[in-house]
């Protein structure tokens, strides 16, 4: 309440897909109330937890510190790892260059649809330095590259079709970048979630001149666009934190197309970067605030895997992707 925010960020119960951003007039709340509440709260969770089974000793990564808590997923895309919004994926560390695809067909009324991959490279401000996409393919200051632009997704059981857009990571930070945001945009007006096969994923690779188009071992994620827009932005990659911010928010769009050429990133800058502040700067409890609450109330803390009975973290025991687990066993 009380870090001086100029903007509130909050998201609409039944609408998790959309956030909102408002100037923050909120009057200071006296520290020791703040605590006082804090504390309350976190006595009642405690006691809640303490009529559940013991959990014994347990590991709990720092990890999980980056993770949201997934307070629901009705809204969400379907992905290879359940993932909440929010949420902080960090990348390897030999990756130098992003390559995000889209892959599309056409649907059972369009049989020519034509899905657009884009990237906005915004500086620490949330301001716009540059954008790739297809009217835009070649990003030289940025050395960011558009595979090139493809109008027709092909037959609806055929094998579909990609578009590519490849970032360097330092060429971003050497330029005064920070944020590139990946947004999907459907120029045939059509919603996804009226399309049987549309996917956004992303590549993580040392240098983007080698190597195969796809290499299944560089894919680190992808998913299925199911939201009922005409726009998304799945991902936010933060070069300096060299972390991917899970968004998969929609964006809705202006109605001024026709100035811009169509529905694509020109006509929608504005709106990506207030809702990309929006979601990198949401104030919400993580993973690790969680299963730090379970612990108190009902199990023992330790530091290696070796001597736990259960264990939390990234590729071992319960993960956070585990998202049927903390919806039934560890919530309220």
């Known amino acids: 309440r009380n870090n001086e ?28 109330y703040c605590h006082a509440i804090t504390k309350i709260c976190e006595i009642a969770l405690v006691e809640q ?27 969400t895309s379907k992905t290879a790892k359940t993932i909440t919004r929010g949420s902080r994926l960090s990348c390897e560390e030999s990756t130098n260059m992003l390559r995000g695809f889209v892959w599309w067909t056409n649907s059972e009324d369009n049989d020519r649809v034509d899905v657009d991959l884009s990237a906005v490279i915004l500086n620490e401000n949330w301001e716009s330095l540059d954008h790739i996409s297809y009217t835009n393919l070649r990003s030289k200051k940025f050395h960011a590259v ?3 632009d493809i109008t027709n997704g092909g037959p609806l059981n055929g094998e579909g079709v990609s578009e590519f857009l490849d970032i360097d990571i330092n060429a971003v930070l050497d330029n005064g970048g920070r944020y590139v945001v990946y ?21 993580e690779r040392e240098n983007g001149e080698f190597g195969e188009i796809y290499e299944p071992k560089t894919v680190k994620q992808k998913m299925d666009l199911v939201s009922k827009s005409t726009v998304c932005i799945p991902v936010i990659f933060d070069c300096i ?7 998969d928010m929609n ?18 800058i504005h709106g990506v970067a207030a809702t990309c502040y929006a979601i990198a700067n949401a104030k919400k409890a993580t993973l690790y605030d969680l ?23 990234i590729e071992d025991g319960i993960t956070p992707f585990d998202t049927d687990v903390f ?3 560890y919530l309220v």
Not at 241 to 247: D, G, L, N, S, V
Not at 251 to 268: A, I, R
């Open 49 to 75: 937890f303490k009529e559940r089974e013991f959990m014994g000793r347990v590991y709990l990564s720092e990890e999980y510190k980056k993770y949201a808590i997934p307070f629901s997923q009705r809204s």
């Open 291 to 313: 299963i730090k609450l379970h612990i108190n109330a009902r199990g023992i803390e330790v530091t290696s895997k070796e001597e736990a009975d259960v264990i939390f973290d």
């Open 241 to 247: 934190a060299r972390e991917m911010i899970w968004c």
């Open 183 to 203: 947004q999907v945009y459907n120029y045939s007006e059509e919603l996804f979630s009226s399309m049987p096969h549309v996917m956004f994923g992303w590549m």
């Open 327 to 329: 919806m039934g066993e």
């Open 146 to 148: 558009h595979s090139g």
């Open 251 to 268: 964006l809705t769009t202006n109605g001024f197309h026709s100035d811009c050429g169509g529905n694509n990133v020109e006509s929608n």
């Open 5 to 32: 925010e100029s903007i509130r960020v909050f998201f609409p119960k039944g609408n998790l897909a959309r956030s909102y951003a408002l100037e923050n007039n909120l009057a200071m709340i006296d520290e020791k």
